[in-house]
C-alpha cells in the first residue's frame, strides 16, 4: 500500500508502495509530495490517492464495442462464424464497461440470446468474447476484467443409427434430398459444409471432394466415398453453381445465414415413415464418427475426413471401439 516516506538526501515527503484501484488492479508508485513538512505532506498524499482512484478508474474503463473495435483492428482477419457470434454480443454489450461484464450478466446474455441452445454453443461465443477482452486487459492500462465461467457440458453418447435404420432413413427423404444425405451419411461434412459445396469443388474423375468454406477455416481435401460418387453423378441437371438446391432449384438460405435446420419438415417426415426418434438432421455427423470409429478408424484418420482440429473432439467416438486397440496392445512381446 502507499505510504509516506522520506528519502536519503531529499527534503520532500515521497508517496511510495502500491495502489490498488478499485477495480482491483496494481500499481507501484514513487511520487514526491514537494512538502517539507509532513501535515502539509499528509493533505497532498489523501487528495493524491483521492486522484489516482478517480483518474484509474476513468482510464481502466472503456465499452465492450471500444474493446471489440480494437480487437477487430489487431487481426489480419476474422473466420465469418467468429465474426458473426461477436456481432450477436457487441448488440448485447454494445456500451457496457468491460469492467461490469461478470458471470451473472453473461448468464443473462446467453438467456435472452441463446436460448435453447446447448453449452457448447454457449462456451463458442464465450470464447469470442474471452478474446476481446483479453486483448482489451493486454493493451488498456489498469483494465479491470471479471471472470466468465464456462457452461458445464455433460457429454452424451453418441448418436447413430444401425444399418438398418440408416438405409430406412436414407429412403424416407424424398429423391432431391437423397443426394445431401447420402453425402452427410457417408462423408461426414458439416451440413453447412455440404450445403456450400459446389460443382467445382469435386473431381468427379479422381473422386476428391475439395471443402473449402469450413466451421474452423481449415480447407480439407477427401476423398469421395462410393456410394456418394454414385449418387452426385446420377443428379441430371446442369453441373454449375451449387450441387446441393432446394425444389425451386436455388442455394439453400442456410448457407448465408445458418439458422435451425434447412430440411426440418423433410426430416421430420422421414422419422415418421421410419419411426425412428431422437435423431436430429445434425446426427447424420455424429452417426458418421460413429460408425468409423466402430470399423476401425483411429483419431487420426476422423479428424482429417471429418475435418475436427482437436483430439478430444473425436475420443467419445473413438471409445466406442475398445477393441480396436487390441492390436496396439498386442505389439508388445
Not at 100 to 112: E, P, R, V, Y
Not at 212 to 223: A, M
Not at 259 to 264: D, F, L, R
Amino acid at each position: 500500500m502507499l505510504k509516506l516516506n522520506k528519502i536519503s538526501g531529499s527534503p520532500y515527503w515521497y508517496a511510495t508502495g502500491t495502489h490498488k484501484t478499485p477495480e482491483g488492479k496494481s500499481t507501484i508508485y514513487r511520487e514526491s509530495t514537494k512538502c517539507v513538512k509532513r501535515k502539509d505532506a499528509e493533505v497532498w498524499f489523501e487528495n493524491f490517492k483521492r486522484h489516482l482512484d478517480t483518474v484509474e478508474s476513468k482510464q481502466a474503463d472503456i465499452t465492450f464495442y471500444e474493446a471489440s473495435v480494437s480487437y477487430a483492428k489487431s487481426k489480419d482477419s476474422i473466420h465469418p462464424e467468429d465474426a458473426r457470434r461477436i456481432e450477436v454480443i457487441n448488440e448485447y454489450f454494445e456500451t457496457t464497461l468491460l469492467s461490469k461484464i461478470n458471470g451473472d450478466l453473461w448468464n443473462d446474455f446467453c438467456a435472452t440470446n441463446l436460448k435453447g441452445r446447448v453449452p457448447d454453443t454457449c462456451n463458442r461465443y464465450r470464447s469470442n468474447m474471452r478474446a476481446i477482452l483479453n486483448y482489451a486487459k493486454s493493451n488498456t492500462p489498469h483494465q479491470h476484467i471479471n471472470s466468465i465461467p464456462l457452461k458445464e457440458v455433460v457429454s452424451a453418447p453418441p448418436r447413430y443409427l444401425n444399418l438398418d435404420e440408416q438405409e430406412r432413413m436414407i429412403d424416407g427423404y424424398n429423391l432431391l434430398l437423397k443426394p445431401l444425405i447420402t453425402t452427410l451419411c457417408f462423408q461426414g461434412c458439416r451440413v453447412g459444409e455440404a450445403l456450400r459445396l459446389q460443382w467445382s469443388d469435386i473431381d468427379l474423375d479422381n473422386r476428391r471432394i475439395n471443402i473449402w468454406k469450413t466451421k474452423n477455416g481449415h480447407f480439407r481435401s477427401i476423398p469421395m466415398h462410393k456410394r456418394v460418387f454414385e449418387v452426385i453423378r446420377g443428379i441430371n441437371r446442369e453441373r454449375s453453381g451449387h450441387i446441393f438446391v432446394t425444389p425451386s432449384g436455388k442455394p439453400y438460405a442456410y448457407i448465408h445465414k445458418p439458422n435451425g435446420s434447412p430440411i426440418k419438415t423433410a426430416h421430420t417426415t422421414a422419422l415418421k415413415q421410419t419411426g425412428i426418434s431422437n435423431f436430429k438432421v445434425h446426427n447424420w455427423r455424429s452417426h458418421w464418427a460413429s460408425n468409423m470409429a466402430l470399423k476401425g478408424a483411429n483419431t487420426y484418420e476422423l479428424m482429417a475426413l471429418g475435418g475436427w482440429r482437436s483430439a478430444s473432439s473425436v475420443s467419445r467416438y473413438v471409445q466406442l471401439n475398445p477393441d480396436s486397440l487390441s492390436d496396439a496392445i498386442n505389439r508388445l512381446d
